[in-house]
């Protein structure tokens, strides 16, 4: 099959964004679509929600598909954001082989797709690569405790084996990999019933449910408010061929999830009580990126403080959960 031409001076670039209807996703089809770019958006719906992409059906450089990567793809695009796959524990826990393929076959076909285009691939890879960390904060250096059999196993081998793919790939056809490993990203877009720490606690504060803290609090995240992480993708992808990473992006600001559940509740002023819930099993204890490379690389750091972040995205959901109330029943 002809591979297309090299983008032409002056000719939009045309990308290729899978999982596009989803939380980072969209934010991403937004940033490339505001800088000119034709956007292709392939998704399978499985946690990509209409909503998220509605603003952008209006303006005729985007595009969307409905595709599961899984399944090869045939199309002419200049560039590919690989961000398709289910990234909340209770999301890809619930068909775990589907999420093992959805980052293995997916990857393969995705840098089939790139190679047969000699396109730039970035992978959206995670943090979740480096496990039950024994190190901290952690380096791209550091290879990672993760148990290979457990129910976190079909993300965290899945990703890390696409990785290996996105490496192999380079190592053998020399194809032009962006690898970023992202830290616990939260902002508007995130799914009601997404089950991530940070959605969840907002969606509880303002329904004034109890607010579940698993285990006793004292586990560490630190979290990348989603306009920055975009800022950081964006950068990524533009610079310069030799940067391939793996690199982290994420904030290096740490929190307990008991001082996130307070932070919250100040925020919303809710009522909500605390109440502990099991630990989930092989739940990481600590976690927080050294962002050392991405700071000297990209000249790329996060700028928004969580407190500001939160308020952003407690303002989106108190929106949608009131557009949710005004809906009729389905
Ligand atoms: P999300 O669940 O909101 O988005 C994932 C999107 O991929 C959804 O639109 C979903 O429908 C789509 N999808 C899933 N399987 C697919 C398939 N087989 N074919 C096509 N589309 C498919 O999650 P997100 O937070 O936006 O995460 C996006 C990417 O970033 C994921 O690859 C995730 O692993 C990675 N990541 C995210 C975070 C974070 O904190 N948000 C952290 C680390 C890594
Ligand atoms: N592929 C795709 N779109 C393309 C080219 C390839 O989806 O434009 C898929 C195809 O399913 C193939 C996979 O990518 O199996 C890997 O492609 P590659 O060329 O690396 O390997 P091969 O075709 O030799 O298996
Ligand atoms: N968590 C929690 N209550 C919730 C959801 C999550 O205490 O309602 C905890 C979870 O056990 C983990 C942390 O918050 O220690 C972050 O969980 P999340 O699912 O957001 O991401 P990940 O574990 O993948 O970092």
Not at 197 to 218: C, E, K, M
């Amino acid at each position: 099959m002809a591979r297309i031409a090299p983008t032409l001076r002056g000719r939009r670039k045309r990308v290729l964004v899978t999982g596009g209807a989803g939380f980072l996703g969209s934010h991403l089809c937004a940033r490339l679509l505001s800088e000119g770019n034709e956007v292709l958006c392939a998704d399978n719906f499985y946690t990509g929600e209409r909503d998220n992409i509605l603003p952008l059906l209006e303006n005729p450089l985007f595009e969307v598909i409905r595709h599961d990567i899984t399944f090869p793809l045939y199309v002419e695009v200049d560039e590919i954001y690989n961000l398709a796959c289910p990234a909340s524990p209770i999301h890809y826990q619930l068909d775990p082989v589907q999420t093992t393929k959805t980052s293995v076959h997916g990857a393969i076909n995705m840098l089939g797709l790139a190679k047969r285009l000699n396109a730039r691939i970035f992978q959206a890879s995670t943090s979740e690569v480096y496990g039950d960390p024994a190190v901290h904060p952690q380096p791209e250096t550091y290879w990672g405790h993760v148990n290979p059999i457990g129910p976190r196993s079909c993300y965290d081998e899945g990703k890390r084996c696409a990785e290996t793919l996105f490496f192999d790939y380079l190592r053998q056809y020399g194809l032009p990999i962006k690898v970023a490993r992202i830290f616990n990203t939260y902002g508007p877009h995130m799914h009601v019933d997404d089950g991530r720490v940070v959605s969840n606690f907002i969606v509880q504060a303002l329904r004034g449910d109890p607010i579940t803290i698993y285990g006793d609090g004292r586990q560490t995240r630190a979290f990348c408010y989603v306009d920055d992480l975009i800022d950081g993708f964006v950068r990524f992808m533009a610079s310069d061929a030799e940067i391939t990473g793996p690199i982290n992006l994420g904030n290096p600001e740490e929190f307990t999830i008991a001082e996130l559940a307070s932070l919250v509740i100040e925020l919303t002023g809710s009522r909500s009580q605390l109440v502990n819930r099991p630990l989930p099993a092989d739940d990481p204890k600590q976690r927080c990126p050294d962002i050392s490379n991405a700071r000297a690389s990209l000249g790329w750091q996060p700028s928004t403080p969580l407190r500001e972040g939160l308020a952003r995205t407690i303002d989106y959901f108190d929106r949608k959960l009131a557009t949710l109330a005004a809906a009729p029943a389905p």
